[in-house]
Nanobody
Framework: QAKLVEAGGGLVQAGASLRPSCAASERTISRYGMAWLLQAPGKELEFVAALKSSVGSIRYADAVKGRFTISGDNAKNTVHMQMNRPNPQDTALYYC??????????????????WGQGTQVTVSS
């Protein structure tokens, strides 16, 4: 059964960089869509970024464009998200997810069938 394990969250000051990772097992990341989504306290789940390596597609939420970068390390079967210039509004529990997504659905949470446990990111001002 496929499994995702996130790591690399934490407490950072606004403007400092962070690079959470998502290690996949029993599912090859290069063959599936991989995504990061977040859930802030009291709010709904939100799409952050997605990668579908097999077709070279990447998607970002408008709020993170130019600041966050999603990438895949196929040798380690791991997805990373480089978070540059984070701000307090980025504070949330960040989930990694994977699924057999089509490009038009990469930003849809319902497209992903396997989820990690989440890693907390807290950005202080």
């Amino acid at each position: 059964q496929a499994k995702l394990v996130e790591a690399g969250g934490g407490l950072v000051q606004a403007g400092a960089s962070l690079r959470p990772s998502c290690a996949a097992s029993e599912r090859t990341i290069s063959r599936y869509g991989m995504a990061w989504l977040l859930q802030a306290p009291g709010k709904e789940l939100e799409f952050v970024a997605a990668l579908k390596s097999s077709v070279g597609s990447i998607r970002y939420a408008d709020a993170v464009k130019g600041r966050f970068t999603i990438s895949g390390d196929n040798a380690k079967n791991t997805v990373h998200m480089q978070m540059n210039r984070p701000n307090p509004q980025d504070t949330a529990l960040y989930y990694c997810a994977t699924g057999r997504v089509i490009v038009s659905s990469m930003d849809s949470e319902s497209a992903y069938d396997v989820w990690g446990q989440g890693t907390q990111v807290t950005v202080s001002s």
